[in-house]
């Protein structure tokens, strides 16, 4: 599975668009971008996933580059309650293929 | 019930007890995964099963031995562990690609262990 590259941590104001970039460079024709959270002291939460085009569902959008070698996750009106790690992961959408979680972003929304 | 539920929530265990982690998806789903996440350290995958074959087995010690008796209920048995050992484990269910997901995994609320 391709790496991907995360910036640790980010704060962002509550009620604002959060952007959250993951570089994925090295990223192959038939591996997805798959985005999870992981709010504290719980199992990580899907939020989303693309291969080509952008993504849009009811937590967020998914930018990816016409290159796919990066992307944003963009949660639209961050609340308190997005506070969370969130993971970018590259992966085959095979049967029972595994994730491999990174150290991902640490994101603090604050009032 | 709903989504993937995990039993106990906390464990406290002695290094020469033994125990078992439970693991229910009612999600319908064909695919189920044993997580371990250390403290600040990132998630490492255990163990996948696929259609109740183990496709998956991450280098785990023996100490840590899974079963998957149906498609819906995946164990973890503990036994002889370390204290290193403590972490909390999680477990998640997929939907294949074959079969009509995306392979988006569902993961249960984790089971916090402590090895004394």
């Known amino acids: 599975d391709a790496k991907t590259t995360q910036p640790p941590s980010m704060d962002c104001a509550e009620g604002r668009a959060a952007n959250l970039p993951c570089n994925h460079s090295t990223i192959s024709g038939n591996e997805y971008v798959y985005w999870y959270r992981q709010i504290h002291s719980q199992g990580p939460q899907y939020i989303i996933h693309g291969l080509k085009n952008n993504e849009t569902n009811e937590m967020a959008s998914l930018i990816i580059t016409e290159d796919r070698k990066s992307s944003t996750l963009i949660l639209p009106h961050a609340t308190l309650r997005d506070t969370a790690v969130y993971y970018c992961i590259v992966s085959l959408k095979a049967a029972g293929n595994k994730l491999t979680f990174g150290g991902g972003t640490r994101v603090l929304v604050k009032p | ?116």
């Open chain 2, 1 to 116: 019930e709903t989504g993937v539920t995990q039993t106990p929530r906390h464990l406290v265990m002695g290094m020469t007890n033994k125990k078992s982690l439970k693991c229910e998806q009612h999600l319908g789903h064909n695919a189920m995964y044993w997580y371990k996440q250390s403290a600040k350290k990132p998630l490492e995958l255990m163990f996948v099963y696929s259609l109740e074959e183990r496709v998956e087995n991450n280098s785990v010690p023996s100490r840590f031995s899974p079963e998957c008796p149906n498609s819906s209920h995946l164990f973890l048995h503990l036994h002889t562990l370390q204290p290193e050992d403590s972490a909390l484990y999680l477990c998640a269910s997929s939907q294949s690609a074959l079969a009509g997901g995306d392979n988006e995994q569902f993961f249960g609320p984790g089971t916090r262990l402590t090895v004394l």
